[in-house]
């Protein structure tokens, strides 16, 4: 395991007193694009897609120790928990949403939006409904680097809501050009969603089973934005091609924790969810913060840990 010195860059006095351990640890090196970490605190373990080599790869928190999660693993991109403890997949390969029971077997929640085949489902989260929110944008279909070559049947990149009671699956946005990283604020009364391709991020408000007046809320100065995680102080992280970018509420750019390569996702994990895992192009790098990661009201954190 290799150490890395840390630097945090205070941009504005409201990132003042945010920090952690001097050094971070890359826990994981050798994938060819890193994506989707998330803790799962039954296990104490971070499991993450390998995307490229239709892989996921699994941290043991106890031993240090990486192996296999799943191979093949249809491509998987974005990762969750839901309420009782159960991995939710974007599976990018097979164009569907998927969920790990706890026996290891897969069941299949979602494939299609009125009868036609998703794009590459790309980052889930859920809520204290149990309903399921999620990305859909082409970049799977686009080649066969990260999925499966092919015609989009939708014709435009959604977000979604699955409801937990019937199954159906909902358009809750449609005006993106690559939707991306999502998170829910603690009390779920707002959504924030990344558009990846115009590099910004908005906020929904929140009504049921429907979004209302979005707003841009941040533009990204470095690259564009992929994953993105709230802290219980509601400010947002957010992966970027230079590291991890910390937004004040109010969409200002306060700090940034620097890494040494593309960051792609993050997710605050541990005991306390002050444990930061950072998924960056070929490497997973962990550092412990004096911050937590925001618990939502179905107490998970939108991705538990994560």
Same mark, same amino acid.
């Given at each position: 395991m290799e150490t890395i010195k840390a630097r945090f860059e205070l941009l504005d006095p409201r990132f003042e007193g945010v920090g952690g351990d001097e050094c971070m640890e890359r826990i994981a090196t050798g994938c060819r694009w890193a994506e989707g970490p998330t803790y799962v605190p039954a !296990?104490?373990?971070?499991? @993450?897609?390998?995307?490229?080599n239709d892989r996921m790869l699994r941290w043991d928190e106890m031993t240090g120790h990486v192996g296999l999660f799943r191979s093949p693993a249809g491509y998987t991109n974005g990762h969750t928990l839901d309420r009782q403890g159960r991995l939710v997949s974007c599976e990018q390969g097979n164009r569907r949403l998927s969920r790990t029971e706890h026996d290891g077997s897969i069941t299949v929640l979602a494939d299609r939006w009125e009868g036609k085949r998703f794009n590459s489902p790309n980052d889930v989260v859920v809520r204290s409904d149990g309903s399921i929110w999620f990305?859909?944008?082409?970049?799977?279909? =686009?080649?066969?680097?990260?999925?499966?070559? *092919?015609?989009?049947?939708?014709?435009?990149?959604?977000?979604?809501?699955?409801?937990?009671? =019937?199954?159906? %699956?909902? %358009?809750?946005a449609d005006? $993106?050009?690559?939707?991306?990283?999502? &998170? $829910?604020?603690?009390?779920?009364?707002?959504l924030y969603v990344v558009d990846t391709r115009r590099k910004h991020l908005r906020v929904f408000e929140v009504h049921g089973d429907r979004l209302k007046n979005g707003r841009v809320v &941040?533009?990204? &100065? *470095?690259?564009? $934005?992929?994953?993105?995680?709230?802290?219980? &102080?509601?400010?947002? @992280?957010?992966?970027?091609h230079e590291g991890v970018h910390c937004f004040d509420p109010d969409g200002t750019l306060i700090g940034k924790l620097h890494i040494p390569e593309k960051v792609s996702n993050l997710v605050f994990g541990g005991?306390?969810?002050?444990?930061?895992?950072?998924? *960056?192009?070929?490497?997973?790098?962990s550092i412990m913060t004096n911050v937590r990661g925001v %618990?939502?009201?179905?107490?998970?954190? !939108?991705?538990p840990g994560r």
């Amino acid at each position: 395991m290799e150490t890395i010195k840390a630097r945090f860059e205070l941009l504005d006095p409201r990132f003042e007193g945010v920090g952690g351990d001097e050094c971070m640890e890359r826990i994981a090196t050798g994938c060819r694009w890193a994506e989707g970490p998330t803790y799962v605190p039954a !296990g104490r373990y971070l499991v @993450w897609s390998d995307i490229p080599n239709d892989r996921m790869l699994r941290w043991d928190e106890m031993t240090g120790h990486v192996g296999l999660f799943r191979s093949p693993a249809g491509y998987t991109n974005g990762h969750t928990l839901d309420r009782q403890g159960r991995l939710v997949s974007c599976e990018q390969g097979n164009r569907r949403l998927s969920r790990t029971e706890h026996d290891g077997s897969i069941t299949v929640l979602a494939d299609r939006w009125e009868g036609k085949r998703f794009n590459s489902p790309n980052d889930v989260v859920v809520r204290s409904d149990g309903s399921i929110w999620f990305t859909d944008p082409r970049y799977g279909i =686009t080649s066969d680097y990260e999925g499966n070559r *092919a015609e989009s049947e939708i014709g435009n990149d959604q977000v979604y809501r699955l409801d937990p009671e =019937t199954g159906t %699956v909902e %358009v809750v946005a449609d005006d $993106f050009v690559r939707p991306n990283g999502l &998170a $829910f604020s603690a009390d779920e009364s707002l959504l924030y969603v990344v558009d990846t391709r115009r590099k910004h991020l908005r906020v929904f408000e929140v009504h049921g089973d429907r979004l209302k007046n979005g707003r841009v809320v &941040a533009e990204c &100065a *470095a690259g564009s $934005f992929d994953g993105i995680r709230l802290d219980d &102080a509601g400010r947002i @992280w957010a992966a970027t091609h230079e590291g991890v970018h910390c937004f004040d509420p109010d969409g200002t750019l306060i700090g940034k924790l620097h890494i040494p390569e593309k960051v792609s996702n993050l997710v605050f994990g541990g005991l306390k969810r002050n444990w930061l895992f950072i998924t *960056a192009s070929t490497s997973v790098y962990s550092i412990m913060t004096n911050v937590r990661g925001v %618990v939502t009201a179905s107490g998970t954190g !939108g991705r538990p840990g994560r």
